[in-house]
């Protein structure tokens, strides 16, 4: 079994990489710094704080669950507390250049940052989603690490912790305005996933799994297409308007639509092929999206 190293604070990575941890909570390191281990095989690393990483290297690849993905030039990656990462093909002469942002869960406490940092979903998406940045973005985020850099370079005075949060938290609203800069601009690769979703919600209903085995997941369909579930619902969110929950609803009560008319399919029939696990659970969505029940819906067609 493949040993994991887990690392609990800010400090647990810096060291072993001979990099200066500039607070017990939070830092900003310069990787080009870093004494980088020669190759050892591939290890499984634990984060339990906030890491952001601006890399740029040779010879490096991460794996994130079954993905592989090549440190490019421009890409920022983001990992949540509780992620695994699993690091090889570090060469000999490893050489890495760029910038890690590093937080602690615990620097948020009572903070109005931490009553949000939930809504930042880019922390759980996998590293093959990283974030591909122009080079004036790039630039953006520079100057938001440097303004980090310099308030824990300076005295730490009473102010520090606002100051710091700030930013952080300005970093973080640019980085969601650049995804959402990224989902715009593969629009043609992302209405692909929509449409393969859609063909997938109505395979599952038709196929009789949603009978079987429920109403289809919103990480059921995100892992037929390799995505992370959030990565995911944001993309067919940025797409429809609509979550992916909500989508799913909506082709439910499309199919349904179609099966009141075969008046041989009772009400309850048609809520179980759905994968509805009792009728009245599905009466209630479907009146709350058509206005009117099951019922009076079949009446009113016929």
């Known amino acids: 079994m493949e040993e994991i190293v887990d690392l609990w604070n800010v400090n647990d990575y810096c060291s072993p990489l001979k990099l200066s941890s500039m607070h017990p909570l939070v830092t900003v390191v310069d990787l080009s710094k870093g004494e980088w281990p020669k190759n050892t095989g591939t290890k499984a690393v634990r984060y339990h704080f906030y890491g952001v990483f601006l890399k740029e290297g040779e010879e490096c690849e991460i794996r994130y669950g079954r993905k592989n993905y090549d440190f490019q030039e421009g890409t920022l990656v983001f990992v949540g507390p509780g992620q695994l990462v699993n ?51 790039r630039q953006i985020v520079l100057d938001c690490f440097a303004k980090i850099q310099d308030e824990l370079s300076e005295r730490i005075d009473k102010h520090s912790k606002t100051v710091i949060l700030s930013a952080i938290e300005l970093f973080l609203n640019y980085c969601q305005r650049f995804y959402d800069r990224q989902f715009i601009t593969r629009d043609t690769v992302n209405r692909n996933v929509v449409e393969q979703f859609e063909s997938a919600i109505k ?18 369909f995100a892992e037929e297409q390799n995505l992370s579930p959030n990565y995911f619902g944001d993309l067919v969110k940025k797409e429809t308007g609509k979550s992916a929950q909500e989508f799913i609803q909506l082709k439910l ?50």
């Open 253 to 302: 009560i499309e199919i349904a639509k179609q099966r009141i008319y075969d008046r041989e399919l009772s009400i309850s029939e048609i809520a179980y092929s759905l994968g509805f696990r009792y009728p009245q659970h599905f009466t209630r969505l479907f009146k709350q999206q058509v206005g009117v029940s099951p019922k009076e819906f079949r009446e009113s067609v016929n």
């Open 87 to 137: 690091i090889s093909k570090i060469g000999e002469r490893p050489k890495m250049s760029g910038y890690a942002l590093l937080f602690h869960p615990d620097l948020l406490l009572g903070t109005h940052l931490g009553k949000k940092i939930e809504d930042y979903n880019f922390f759980s998406y996998e590293t093959y989603e990283a974030l591909h940045m122009s080079p004036k973005e």
């Open 203 to 220: 395979s599952y209903i038709r196929s009789g799994k949603a009978q079987e085995k429920g109403i289809p997941l919103v990480a059921h």
